[in-house]
Nanobody, 122 residues
C-alpha cells in the first residue's frame, strides 16, 4: 500500500522561496512517474511538474525557471523547490504517483497525498 505525505508548505512574501517534500511510504516501484499539482479555490487542478524514474522532468509554463522538481531515491522522497514565488502560486499543493508515460496530466496518476498549503502574499 502506497502512502504519500506532503510537507513544507507555509506562508511567505512574494519573491520568497519554499521547498516542498513528499515522502513516499511503501513505494518500491522501479519505473514510475511522480508529480506535483496545485488547486486553488474555484480553480481547476493544475499540473505543476513531473519527474520519472530516469530523472526526466516536465514543467508547466507558469513555473518554468522558478520551480525545480527533484527526487532522492535513497530517501524515497520527492521535492519541489519553489523560488521567486508569486501571489498567483497560492494553492494547495499535492504530490502524486503514477505509471507509464510521464506527464502533468492528473488522470494518469494513481496515488495522491493529502496536500500542503502554500500562501504567497504581495
Amino acid at each position: 500500500q502506497v502512502q504519500l505525505v506532503e510537507s513544507g508548505g507555509g506562508s511567505v512574501q512574494a519573491g520568497g522561496s519554499l521547498r516542498l517534500s513528499c515522502a513516499a511510504y511503501g513505494h518500491t516501484y522501479s519505473s514510475y512517474c511522480m508529480g506535483w499539482f496545485r488547486q486553488a479555490p474555484g480553480k481547476e487542478r493544475e499540473g505543476v511538474a513531473a519527474i520519472d524514474s530516469d530523472g526526466s522532468t516536465n514543467y508547466a509554463d507558469s513555473v518554468k525557471g522558478r520551480f525545480t522538481i527533484s527526487q532522492d531515491n535513497a530517501k524515497n522522497t520527492l521535492y519541489l523547490q519553489m523560488d521567486s514565488l508569486k501571489p498567483e502560486d497560492t494553492s494547495m499543493y499535492y504530490c502524486a504517483l503514477g505509471f507509464g508515460v510521464c506527464s502533468t496530466d492528473a488522470a494518469r496518476f494513481n496515488y495522491w497525498g493529502q496536500g500542503t498549503q502554500v500562501t504567497v502574499s504581495s
